[in-house]
């Protein structure tokens, strides 16, 4: 018993991290077996003594409880039931994450759950921020700019206080290494992938540590894809099928941009609601993760230090990575036509169908800011959506 009990909480943790995609076949559901269904709790009927589940896949199953249904809570990570805290059909909430054991019916719709194992939504999202806080402080985000295949080396180009820095990065067989699959979505979908599947000009995030000169990267794990990013004036928009159309700043042709659930919209602030002013800290720490300082607020005590300086002004690198993570997110109902949007994607079989991995709204004003801080530095101001020269590479988003 509880070796079956293992094997189901391991792919139970699985699926509570990765949230990967699935095939949208019912027949073909991984998370549904012979003996249980994995998914999110949808709706609970107290009274009628039933949960309402839906896989990754988007399948819908209905939980029969009953009087001998055994409730148990597991904090995500955890392998086996030995710290398993026994809860009754009250503490299961909506959005908790949820194997139920039994027997399914063969049209693969509902099964009567001897045993219900939850994690909770609170504890996933716990577990989740406590992974981005880490990814922040000793991660690091850059663009390949070479290989050796040899020994297993990549170099990339990664954006520190004092400018674009090369930092060398080995990869042995101990690093977890995962890759971005076309038209995918999330941090969580990449897959576990070989060194020979990188490119140069792919993005890269990684965990680990670096040297004290900064030269030189140790990872843990490392995620890499190869994406693509836009920019351009929305020309007409679809919030039901989450479709937005815009003609590429760059190129001038038009685009559609493809919105699912899982992208993330943000709202960059118009130059008035920042009272002219964008304060931005650079990296910090070993890892290259910076905190932007307030939008509108003078960053008191931190000009001239570590982090520090204007948007546009000073020697603090302008972070716009991290910045852009910090914005306010918003839905497609947000976007309205005329406004100025950069899109990140991953590199899909239609150059012109992207679908969305973030999508900031308000780039008009980012875009400007840029530019300005490149002029002030005295660099030469291309058209500022010319490649998206300007370290927006927002592609590989944090966990």
Do not use: C
Not at 201 to 227: I, S, W
Not at 306 to 318: D, E, K, N, V
């Amino acid at each position: 018993m509880l070796r079956k009990y293992f094997v189901i909480l391991a792919l139970l943790t699985f699926a509570t991290i990765t949230n990967g995609q699935t095939p949208s076949s019912p027949p073909s559901d991984p998370s549904i077996t012979a003996n249980g269904v994995i998914g999110e709790v949808k709706a609970i009927d107290i009274a009628a003594l039933q949960l309402i589940v839906k896989t990754d896949a988007g399948s819908v199953v209905t939980v029969a409880l009953g009087e001998k249904t055994i409730y148990m809570r597991l904090a995500p990570g955890e392998k086996t039931l030995t710290n398993a805290a026994k809860i009754s059909l009250t503490d299961v909430g909506e959005g908790d994450r949820v194997w139920a054991r039994g027997k399914v019916a063969d049209d693969r719709k509902s099964v009567p759950a001897a045993a219900v194992i939850i994690m909770t939504k609170a504890d996933i999202a716990k577990k989740q921020d406590a992974e981005r806080a880490e990814w922040r402080r000793r991660g690091i985000l850059g663009v390949i700019t070479a290989l050796k295949a040899e020994s297993k080396e990549i170099t990339i180009s990664s954006r520190s206080m004092m400018g674009p820095q090369s930092v060398v990065i080995p990869v042995t067989d101990k690093v977890e290494l995962r890759r971005y699959a076309p038209d995918s979505i999330k941090f969580a979908d990449a897959k576990p992938s070989d060194f020979s599947e990188l490119k140069v000009g792919d993005q890269l995030r990684a965990l680990g540590d670096r040297n004290a000169e900064g030269t030189h990267f140790t990872p843990e794990k490392v995620v890499t894809g190869a994406f693509r990013t836009v920019a351009g004036a929305v020309t007409a928009l679809d919030a039901t099928t989450g479709e937005i159309k815009i003609n590429d700043m760059q190129t001038k042709q038009p685009l559609t941009i493809v919105v699912k659930q899982d992208a993330v919209l943000r709202k960059f602030p118009a130059m008035a609601e920042m009272g002219g002013a964008m304060v931005v800290r650079g990296p910090v720490g070993p890892g290259g993760g910076g905190h932007p300082g307030a939008v509108g607020q003078p960053q008191g005590g931190q000009q001239g230090g570590p982090g520090g300086g204007r948007a546009g002004m000073g020697s603090g690198a302008l972070n716009i990575n991290e910045m852009l993570e910090r914005l306010p997110t918003v839905s497609v109902a947000d976007v309205k036509v005329g406004d100025t949007i950069i899109v990140s994607s991953t590199q899909g079989a239609d150059p012109t169908r992207l679908t969305a991995i973030a999508l900031v709204t308000g780039a008009d004003t980012l875009l400007n800011l840029v530019a300005a801080r490149q002029q002030a530095a005295g660099q030469r101001v291309p058209n500022p959506a010319a490649g998206l020269g300007t370290g927006i590479d927002f592609g590989i988003g944090l966990p």
